[in-house]
């Protein structure tokens, strides 16, 4: 069975029971609690949940995107009719704007309109953020290059969070940092989050971060190893509650389907050759049941 959704909804039942209620800068509260963490055998299961359904095409593209083409380009996504990354969208006269909740002259938090000027060079991006820092660091040949020559190494750290960067880019990588291991031929990773939207976050960057490592490790000579989550800032938007209520009671109630299988395409050799067309045909679930789509709003 689906150890992933055991997981997840103790992760949010614990959160509906012992969050706490606070305002951010989206204007929507959350219930949060400050930390969380778990640890997945991939060895075992391929991580994905059953209590609702997860789009797996759209979640490996994105991470394809980030860690593979090395790209800030949402339109990339958008051909591929990957639409996560509309919100943060920078326009053609390269402006990004939205509605939050900043301090007023009192103090309190107040909605406003923000409006961002990154100039139109930075048109159709996130600006300098995820797949811009991956590439212009090499994070992703740098860490192919320790998995199969230096495997010893304790400084295979991917970090998205780049201080000098981080004025220009639209939103600052939540899923922030990695580190990985190599022990006995089993690659395993730590993955750091320092803001968890949990109904909608969560599900895909663990699919795909999962997703990531098979991939290294079917590439690199290796064989997966365990997947280590931690969570600054765990919550729930008050407007998913009513959503993550309804996932809880279909576990309550019909507990949890068998995970599925994960195949990759076993010919390709190389990271940089699994095919990122729309079709994604490299990647695909044996498998997979669920129970249904949950949709969720957005919170900018």
Known sequence: MSQW????????KKILSDGVRVKNRTGIDTIKIPAWQFDLDLEKEYPILTTKQLFIRQAVLEMLWIYQVQSNDVRWLQERNVHIWDEWEIDDEGFWRAEQML?????????????????????????????????????????????????????????????????TAVLPSCVWSSEWDVTDGKLSAWVHQRSCDVPLGLPFNVTQYATLLYMLAKTCGLTPGHLYWSIKDAHIYVNQIEGVREQIARFDEKGHLPAPKLWLNPDVADFFDFDHSADCKDVKLIGYEHMGKIRFPIAQ
């Open 5 to 12: 959704d055991v997981d997840y909804i103790g992760l949010c």
């Open 103 to 167: 301090p007023g002259p009192d103090g309190q938090l107040v909605k406003q309109t923000v409006t961002r000027e990154f100039g139109r060079e930075w048109a159709h991006t996130i600006g300098t953020a995820y797949g811009w820092i991956v590439r212009k660091f090499g994070l992703t040949q740098g860490l192919i290059d320790k998995l199969k020559n230096h495997r010893e190494d304790r400084r295979m750290v991917m970090s998205l969070w780049q201080n000098d960067y981080l004025p």
